[in-house]
């Protein structure tokens, strides 16, 4: 019994050799649709980050415009209204 189990197990004289062994058309379509997939996610994936940091360049932009309208509305003082005697920063 034993010896049927083992003749049984081994492969016969009808597999071909494991070299000679291929996907297929099957395989190949399936390869193809997996390599054209991640190109597009890739392609995808490229186009968001750089819409993401233009929108982020022109934020700091808009940011560093507000701040520098901000500090000329602070620093905008009409020094001539002044008047020297009375300036605490002299006494």
Known sequence: MYDL???AATPGPSSPPAELVTPGP????VIA???LAV???VFDMLRRV???RYR???AAELDAEEQARAAVRESNVDDQDIDPDEDPARR
């Open 5 to 7: 189990l083992l003749a």
């Open 26 to 29: 099957w395989g190949f379509a």
């Open 33 to 35: 649709f997996l390599a």
């Open 39 to 41: 190109a597009l996610l």
């Open 50 to 52: 750089r819409r993401g």
């Open 56 to 58: 982020a360049e022109v």
